[in-house]
């Protein structure tokens, strides 16, 4: 699908407004919110995660799982998406690449580089803003 400079610039600035909005959410440890930026069918596949986690309050589970871990433990976490690449498809959907790094933060520490991954995302438009329909995290390095 071909189309023109200004359309993949506004639609790549709302992308990369929605993952701003999205992990930002994850890193205050808003997980109900965060997962409801994924369809109520949503994936998430990650390398390290033997099955993906399957619709919306199953992602978020997991999700609440591993922020109480990090609470528990004193682990600040942050999440930098960038290089975001967004691809409009025939069907409605866009496709959108990314990088993310994850920097784990101790208390009273340092940040500290944790994971360096790409990102790749089947998005759909919803009320005007983004939901995520599939997600697949690689890690560089294990996957």
Same mark, same amino acid.
């Given at each position: 699908?071909?189309?023109d400079t200004d359309t993949t610039t506004r639609l790549t600035a709302s #992308?990369?407004?929605f993952y701003a909005a999205q992990m930002q959410l994850l890193d205050a440890g808003r #997980?109900? =919110?965060w997962a409801g930026t994924f369809t109520e069918d949503g994936v998430f596949a990650a390398g390290g995660i033997p099955e993906? =986690?399957?619709g919306r309050s199953t992602i978020e589970a997991g999700a609440r799982g591993v922020a109480e871990q990090f609470d528990r433990a004193g682990i600040t976490r942050r999440h930098w998406l960038g290089m975001v690449d967004a691809q409009?498809?025939?069907d409605g959907t866009v496709r959108a690449r990314s990088y993310a790094l994850v920097y784990e933060i101790p208390e009273g520490g340092d940040p500290i580089l944790r994971r360096s991954t790409t990102c790749d995302d089947v998005l759909v438009q919803d009320s005007g803003s983004w939901l995520v329909r599939h997600r697949t995290v690689v890690r560089d390095g294990l996957d």
């Open positions: 699908m071909s189309i #992308v990369q407004a #997980v109900e =919110a993906p =986690a399957r409009p498809q025939d």
